[in-house]
């Protein structure tokens, strides 16, 4: 069993992957706009979100699928950036973000 600590370097080393799969999957324009220090924010948001808002407890279809609302979750990564004082990002440019994040778990499912 992993102790407290091998967990917490495991999470940040798949947290670190999951940054620099959305950094490479976001349009260069994004790539240069949306820092690496501010997906890490994202990313952590997005998790937020997931356990905030229910769907990780939804019930998946019967191809095992769940549905999830990328639209309202960059809505919300936009409004939370916004009111932290993060910065201004469009629900639009933060759509990529999420996009790629799901994209990212899925390949992990694949493999």
């Given at each position: ?85 993060v910065g201004k990002f469009s629900p639009e440019d ?18």
């Amino acid at each position: 069993m992993a102790s407290f600590e091998e967990e917490l370097l495991q999470d940040a080393a798949e947290d670190a992957r999951i940054v620099e799969y959305i950094k490479t999957h976001l349009p260069s324009e994004l790539q240069e706009k949306i820092t690496e220090e501010e997906l890490y924010y994202f990313l952590d948001l997005i998790v937020d979100y997931y356990a905030e808002s229910g769907v990780l407890d939804a019930t998946p279809d019967k191809d095992g699928f769940v549905e999830i609302d990328t639209e309202a979750i960059a809505n919300h990564l936009s409004a939370k950036a916004a009111k932290e004082g993060v910065g201004k990002f469009s629900p639009e440019d933060l759509l990529f973000v999420v996009q790629a994040e799901l994209d990212y778990g899925l390949e992990q499912e694949e493999n």
